[in-house]
């Protein structure tokens, strides 16, 4: 459990770097083509989307399906799969974003970057403060062998994360939604 941590700490702290500079307006130089930037840019979104989907489509399995050994997988992989896609495809996506906004100088003048900004930080506070504690919870008690359906409490915590998930998808999508259709 502690390596969880440990690296969900290292990467939440890159993350909020890059958010930060996003938001001060704080624009990193172009150590690449600015195609490759783009296509950097792109790639953690593709990454990032596409596991948060699998990943809830995975649980959701996994916990319907009502079978321990699947939710103990389910509850490990994850957060092996958060950290390895969903925390690396936003590193990308952040990093880039830092060095592609420069060409629109203030972010928060310009409507489609602010709100899709927004949306995405809102996704971000959702991950780091009820995401990903439940799901270590979740990992944690799968490893004692409480399964969240044996429990009235836990049924509760599996609502609020679907719950959060669900939103979290909704903004990620409104983020994408803006940064497309501009």
């Given at each position: ?46 990454i990032f989307l596409g596991n948060i989907t699998v990943g809830a489509l995975w649980f959701g399995l996994a916990v319907a399906s009502r ?37 629109y100088g203030n972010l928060f003048a310009v409507g489609w970057l602010k709100w899709a900004l927004i ?64």
């Amino acid at each position: 459990m502690k390596k969880y941590k440990i690296a969900y700490g290292v990467e939440l702290l890159i993350i909020g770097v890059f958010t930060s500079l996003l938001f001060l307006g704080v624009h990193l130089p172009e150590v690449l083509p600015r195609a490759v930037h783009r296509l950097l840019h792109i790639a953690g979104a593709i990454i990032f989307l596409g596991n948060i989907t699998v990943g809830a489509l995975w649980f959701g399995l996994a916990v319907a399906s009502r079978k321990s050994e699947w939710f103990h997988f389910a509850a490990r992989l994850i957060n092996v799969t958060d950290l390895a896609f969903t925390g690396v495809g936003l590193i990308l996506l952040l990093w880039n974003a830092a060095v592609l906004a420069g060409a629109y100088g203030n972010l928060f003048a310009v409507g489609w970057l602010k709100w899709a900004l927004i949306y995405f930080t809102m996704t971000g506070v959702l991950w780091m403060f009820v995401l990903i504690p439940l799901q270590l919870r979740f990992l944690r008690h799968a490893e004692a062998g409480l399964m969240p359906w044996s429990d009235q409490r836990e049924q509760k915590l599996l609502a609020i994360y679907n719950a959060a998930g669900g939103l979290a998808v909704l903004l990620v999508i409104a983020s994408l939604v803006r940064m497309v259709l501009k």
